[in-house]
Structure formats: structure tokens, C-alpha cells
């Protein structure tokens, strides 16, 4: 950490500053510039609170060296996070990206559902994902249908050997969600409700973390901190999109720099959900080509069997057949990403 003094800055200031911070084991060098004193608090700097120390008389600014994630970041574990589920599809590292795909919410229509299941397997997809539990803006639009949900998901993925991938919103459910799921996922909305975020680090199965609507890439890793440090690694990211300014053609803004950014700081495999990033039908492939040279760990996309009267997010799912199109040019894409150079072959 590196504190820089104010120029008026007095002796008793700079004396407070550097004793507080050697009282917390931190080893002090000073600076005196001919302008400002600069102090260089070398240690575990977890300890304190650098909001605290910029609030101290004579304090200009401060500057942190070091994460302040731990088990995220790349500081603490060079190699890559390899997940790898019992029938041995992985997720991470150089392995080939994985594809999360299914409706929004899974209806009452069980065939639907499993009509976009088999086709997702015909092409080579390895995940279904569907909301039992749904975090809906308003409290009179579809709640899910919760437990039901989970046994459709269930039945489907006995019948095609997809992986299943269904959010939880409450720690009760924990684990109800956990018997049924392969992957467990806590919603953009509830990235920061750490009760929930300790309950699932309590978890035996991998966790998709989505990043909030507002969360900022730090905010983002240290909730994965908050899953690891309860004792569960296997946490899987995913960019979103976030709020920004602009909403008139995209209901959020997928923020595909996220992708080499999570991976130059941390070693865990990071995925892109263009269709929440987007909101729109048109948008999900091109954003979801886009992330996958950005270098995402595979992509998570709506698809239902009738988009049209869905029971939510209809306007950003593929229809069964747009999602077989799609997947043929995607497949042929990431057989083309050479990972190595983070570029295409050919
Ligand atoms: C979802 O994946 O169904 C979902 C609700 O996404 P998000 O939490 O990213 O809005
Ligand atoms: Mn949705």
C-alpha cells in the first residue's frame, strides 16, 4: 500500500499514519520527496482498512499494490481453474468452451423443455440451464415453479445427459437446488447477498456466479471470494452485462472487456450470458462470437420452444431452430480459436 501525504502534511501526521500501520505489522519505509512524503506499507494490507488510513489529517491518497481477493486471484494461484464434473465435460483453463443453453424459465410444458434439450445435445451442447426460482423485477410476473421446476430438469437431463444448471435465490433452498443441480447459480441480483453467497460456499456442487447489474469487476471477484473462502473453489463467472447510460437498444451492456480482465487477475473460468447481456434475440450471436475470441470459458444462452409466448426473457431466447443455425457457425468458431495466441487459425 502506498500512502501519499498531503505537501502541508505535518511530522505528527506522517508519525500517526506510519505508527498506526506498524502496529498492524506492516514494515514502514518512508520517503521524504522535496514536495510530499510518501509512506510504503509493506504487508498484508487485508488488515486494514484503506478507506480508514485516506481518512487520517494529512493524508492525500492511497494506493493499494496488492488484490484484496485472495483465493480469486491469480496472485495466490498461477494455473488456471480446470472444473471437471463427473462425466468428465470441464470447464476453464485452455479446455474447449462449454454451452449453457435452455429457456429462462422452465414452464409447464415439459415437452418444450425437452425439446430444447435434445437439440442442445444434437449439438454438442453440455449444459441445460432453466429457472425453478426466478428474481423477476415485478412481484405479479412469473415466479417459477420451484420444486416441479427442479424435477423437469432433472427428467431432462436423465434423457440427454446434459448437465443442469438452475439458479437458487434463498438459503433455504440450498439444498433442494444442490440434490437437483449440477451446477448451482446465484443470480446478477444476489451476487452481493453474502449469506447466500456462504450457504453456496458450503456447497459440494461448482457455483455460476453472475456478475450484478452494478457490480464493478472487483465487487464481482471478491463475491467469488466470498464462495471460495467458505470452502468451495469451484466457482465459475459470468458476464452479464451491467447498467450503463444507455438502454435503448440493449437492456444491459455486455461488457466483454470483463473476459480478459477476470482472467489476467484471477484463475477462474469466466463465461458471457449475451442474452441478459443484451436483451435482444439479434444480438446473442454476435456478442456470443465476440466472447468467445475475448477468450470466455463458454457462453450461456436462452433458447425456448416458442420464444413468442414464453414466460419471460422471450425477447432475448433463440427459437429452436435460430439456436441450431447459431450453433453451427459457433462450433466451427471455437474449432477455429487458437487460445494459445488468442487469435483465429486460418
Ligand atoms: C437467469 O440466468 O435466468 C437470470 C435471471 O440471469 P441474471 O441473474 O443474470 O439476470
Ligand atoms: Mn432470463
Do not use: W
Not at 319 to 346: A, C, E, P, T, V
Amino acid at each position: 500500500m502506498i500512502i501519499v501525504m498531503e505537501p502541508k502534511a505535518t511530522k505528527e501526521e506522517i508519525d500517526v499514519v506510519k505508527n498506526n500501520l506498524e502496529k498492524k505489522g506492516f514494515k514502514i519505509v518512508l520517503n521524504h520527496g522535496d514536495v510530499m512524503t510518501v509512506i510504503a506499507a509493506i504487508g498484508d494490507k487485508r488488515l486494514v482498512d484503506p478507506a480508514s488510513i485516506a481518512s487520517f489529517e494529512g493524508v492525500r491518497s492511497v494506493k493499494l499494490i496488492q488484490e484484496p481477493y485472495k483465493l480469486a486471484s491469480r496472485e495466490g494461484k498461477e494455473e488456471d481453474t480446470v472444473i471437471e464434473f463427473p462425466n468428465g465435460v470441464k470447464i476453464g483453463g485452455l479446455e474447449r468452451p462449454v454451452m449453457m443453453v435452455g429457456p429462462c424459465s422452465v414452464e409447464k410444458d415439459f415437452n418444450g423443455l425437452l425439446r430444447v434439450a435434445v437439440a442442445a445435445r444434437e449439438m454438442g451442447c453440455q449444459f441445460l440451464r432453466g429457472g425453478a426460482f426466478k428474481p423477476r423485477t415485478s412481484p405479479y410476473e412469473f415466479q417459477g415453479l420451484e420444486e416441479k421446476a427442479l424435477e423437469y430438469l432433472a427428467m431432462a437431463r436423465e434423457k440427454t445427459g446434459l448437465l443442469v444448471v438452475t439458479e437458487v435465490m434463498d438459503t433455504a433452498d440450498v439444498p433442494m437446488v444442490e440434490d437437483y443441480a449440477d451446477v448451482v447459480q446465484i443470480g446478477a441480483r444476489n451476487m452481493q447477498n453474502f449469506k447466500l453467497l456462504k450457504a453456496v460456499g458450503k456447497c459440494d456442487k461448482p457455483v455460476l456466479l453472475k456478475r450484478g447489474g452494478a457490480a464493478t469487476i472487483r465487487e464481482f471477484l471478491l463475491a467469488a471470494e466470498h464462495i471460495m473462502c467458505n470452502g468451495n473453489e469451484k466457482v465459475i463467472l459470468c458476464e452479464r452485462g451491467i447498467k450503463s447510460f444507455d438502454s435503448t437498444f440493449t437492456r444491459n451492456t455486455l461488457d466483454l472487456a470483463a473476459i480478459p480482465i477476470i482472467k489476467k487477475y484471477s484463475h477462474l473460468p469466466i463465461i458471457a450470458d449475451p442474452s441478459h447481456g443484451t436483451g435482444r434475440r439479434y444480438l446473442i450471436e454476435p456478442m456470443a462470437k465476440a466472447a468467445l475470441v475475448a477468450g470466455a470459458n463458454g457462453l450461456m444462452i436462452e433458447v425456448h420452444h416458442d420464444p413468442e409466448n414464453a414466460s419471460s426473457d422471450g425477447a432475448q431466447s433463440l427459437s429452436i431452430q435460430q439456436f441450431k443455425d447459431m450453433q453451427k457457425r459457433i462450433n466451427k468458431l471455437i474449432g477455429r480459436i487458437d487460445y494459445d495466441n488468442q487469435q483465429l487459425k486460418g
